[in-house]
């Protein structure tokens, strides 16, 4: 590497330690050498205009991914913007049939290209890529294209019919985020394992039950949680018809910026009960009065000031599972938001309801969740039996 492309590495490595709390410090060298200037002036620009931490690190691995693969699939830097040819290589280098590349080795993504991407550390999954990621990476490419004041072919005829056809040659079907969900009944599995005086106890009781009760509150929102977002509000009826049923703690918590709602959205989801009480039951044995809420602890039994990162939420989740006796590998945090709303489901809660509580906004995302326990419920698979 000669003296002037060092240096402009060096100088994109800088820039890029200015967004070291967003974008993933580990990968700082190698996002460097993938992006460009005009690339990393992009994300420090989207910084600025108070894009979400998540979306912009998903840009950024998104962005360093096409940049790689252009390179070695066109041998030159990613275009701006795009032609659509480029655009429905990437669909035929990503999605393929297997039946196919069987009887034509050049079908799909060319050996070289795909030995670069797995040299690189970008290229894991073996096979066509699931639709869901060609999707998301073809959406980040386009919100860049956009936030460069250009136009692409993002919406031209030919791509979305290749993407529909493509989609179904690879015959894969669609992968939950979490095998499993988490309702009630591994929902108590996981709670048995946090009884104790321990803070991290305590603390992991909360975080289950807050994430659950909330509406199936996504990992980050949990991590992104600050004392400053609890709203205390006054004791509601355990039974709602009934005014001398006895009084339960109720608080109110404001997401602020979550994937579907704005920092200037007063959205607000509520808690009731047993999720309260372990929550200011946390926030009292912590000592917690400002900040985030949920906060790593170290060996000695220390609180930090740090938010628990979403990483570590998942992990938290996963770790109880193994003391519950369940497959860690089956779950993930995001089985608590599917668990939540299968639980209303079966439980007969109306489905405007509960996504009000989750705040989903695809009414077929959230009506999916409930027709499992409708079918099972009906008549239609009881015809012989």
């Not at 940049?67 to 030159?76: I, N, V």
Request: glycine letters at 6%.
């Amino acid at each position: 590497m000669n003296e002037v492309a060092s240096a402009s590495l060096l100088k994109r490595a800088e820039e890029l330690d200015a967004l070291d709390a967003i974008l993933p410090f580990d990968r700082r060298d190698q996002l460097a050498a993938l992006l460009t200037d005009d690339d990393v002036a992009t994300l420090k620009h989207l910084a600025k205009e108070g894009m979400g931490a998540n979306t912009l690190r998903a840009l950024a691995s998104d962005l360093a991914y096409l940049e790689a693969w252009c390179a070695l699939a066109t041998g030159a830097p990613l275009p701006w913007p795009a032609p659509e040819a480029l655009l429905l290589k990437f669909v035929a280098h990503h999605l393929w049939d297997r039946v196919r590349r069987e009887a034509e080795p050049a079908h799909g993504m060319p050996a070289d290209v795909e030995s670069g991407l797995r040299g690189q550390g970008l290229l894991r999954t073996e096979g066509p890529h699931a639709p869901a990621t060609v999707r998301r990476r073809l959406t980040s490419w386009s919100i860049l294209t956009r936030w460069r004041g250009l136009s692409g072919d993002f919406s031209a005829p030919s791509l979305k019919s290749a993407l529909r056809l493509a989609v179904r040659a690879t015959g894969r079907p669609r992968q939950r985020k979490s095998q499993n969900a988490v309702t009630a009944d591994v929902l108590a599995r996981l709670l048995s394992t946090c009884i104790g005086d321990r803070l991290v106890d305590i603390r992991d009781r909360a975080i289950l039950l807050t994430a659950f009760a909330s509406g199936g509150r996504r990992r980050s929102e949990i991590a992104n949680m600050r004392v400053e977002d609890l709203i205390y509000e006054e004791p509601v009826c355990a039974l709602p018809d009934d005014p001398a049923s006895p009084p339960l703690p109720c608080l109110a918590i404001r997401l602020g910026r979550t994937k579907t709602t704005g920092p200037d959205d007063d959205t607000r989801c509520l808690m009731i009960g047993r999720p309260v009480e372990a929550l200011k039951h946390w926030l009292r044995e912590a000592r917690i009065d400002s900040g985030p809420v949920f906060r790593r602890i170290d060996q000695w039994g220390n609180v930090d000031r740090r938010a628990l990162t979403p990483q570590a939420i998942n992990l938290i989740l996963k770790g109880r599972c193994t003391k519950a006796g369940l497959d860690p590998e089956k779950f993930s945090a995001h089985g608590l938001r599917s668990g939540y709303l299968t639980e209303a489901a079966n439980r007969g809660v109306p489905l405007p309801e509960a996504m009000q509580q989750s705040q989903h906004k695809s009414l077929t995302q959230a009506a999916s969740y409930y027709n499992n326990p409708e079918r099972r419920r009906g008549k239609a698979a009881r015809l012989i039996i």
